[in-house]
């Protein structure tokens, strides 16, 4: 059985739970055992209760728990159905040990990285137009999936659209904005670039107020894809 218990991570005693559990977003659920040992985490809240219930489940079977899959992590290194689940339970506790996504890619071949778990891996990791993964990924852009390849142009749009937040606080970063917003377009993203450049076009209208250039690049898009 769980006892359950809220906190306001942000006052009181709830700030240093935060801080020692690596909460990052909320709402965040931890469950823990006795000794307050992290077993499993639910970051952001699914609409559907039985994905509470699922985390539950695997708190409870130790090898699905945090630390079992830590200290089995390299006996079952070549495992994506394991590897998916330790990616993605280790990522939204921010214990994802820097570099290990790279290493675990790099022993399969591209083809192999469409396979559903290591497709989820990538879709869920993959945040860096510079990252090696990314870029094999770009230069075997034909033999990719719809959603991988949907996945490469999202990395650059969200690039992108940091650096746009930026330009909406600082006018003088325009000019280093379209400049990078050209190379990666022409340089960086592989395959078509239109749907990318409508995005980008309504982003940059609306943050301008601009309503009459959001509406001609809405509609482009939408004459464009539908």
Same mark, same amino acid.
């Given at each position: #059985?769980?006892?359950?218990?809220?906190?306001?991570?942000?006052? /009181?005693? @709830?700030?240093? %739970? &935060?801080?020692n559990y690596s909460v990052r977003a909320y709402p965040t659920l931890l469950y823990l055992d006795a000794? @307050?040992?992290?077993?499993? %985490?639910? !970051? /952001? &809240?699914?609409?559907? /209760? $039985? *994905?509470? %219930?699922?985390? @539950? #489940?695997?708190? =409870? #079977?130790?090898?699905?728990? %945090?630390?079992?899959?830590? &200290?089995h992590r390299e006996a079952h290194f070549d495992e994506p159905a394991f590897m998916e689940n330790y990616f993605l339970t280790l990522n939204d506790a921010g214990q994802l040990e820097e570099g290990l996504f790279g290493r675990y890619m790099e022993q399969f071949s591209? +083809?192999?990285?469409t396979e559903e778990e290591n497709t989820n891996i990538i879709l869920n990791l993959l945040r860096e137009h510079e990252h090696t993964v990314y870029q094999q990924l770009a230069q075997n852009?034909?033999? =990719?999936?719809? !959603?991988?390849? +949907?996945? =490469?142009?999202?990395?650059?749009?969200? *690039?992108? =659209? !940091? $650096?746009?937040?930026r330009v909406r606080k600082d006018s003088s970063a325009l000019p280093a904005y379209q400049k990078e917003k050209e190379r990666l377009l022409t340089e960086v993203v592989p395959g078509p670039t239109e749907r990318l450049r409508f995005r980008l076009e309504a982003r940059e209208a609306k943050m301008n107020r601009d309503w009459e250039a959001f509406a001609e690049a809405c509609q482009g898009a939408v004459k464009t894809y539908y």
């Open positions: #059985n769980f006892v359950c218990v809220s906190f306001d991570m942000e006052k /009181g005693e @709830g700030k240093e %739970i &935060a801080e000794e @307050g040992s992290l077993l499993q %985490i639910q !970051r /952001g &809240a699914p609409q559907v /209760g $039985q *994905a509470y %219930i699922d985390k @539950g #489940n695997m708190a =409870l #079977n130790e090898e699905q728990t %945090i630390p079992y899959m830590t &200290a591209v +083809k192999e990285w852009y034909e033999e =990719l999936t719809p !959603r991988l390849q +949907k996945h =490469l142009e999202d990395v650059v749009y969200y *690039a992108l =659209l !940091r $650096q746009l937040y």
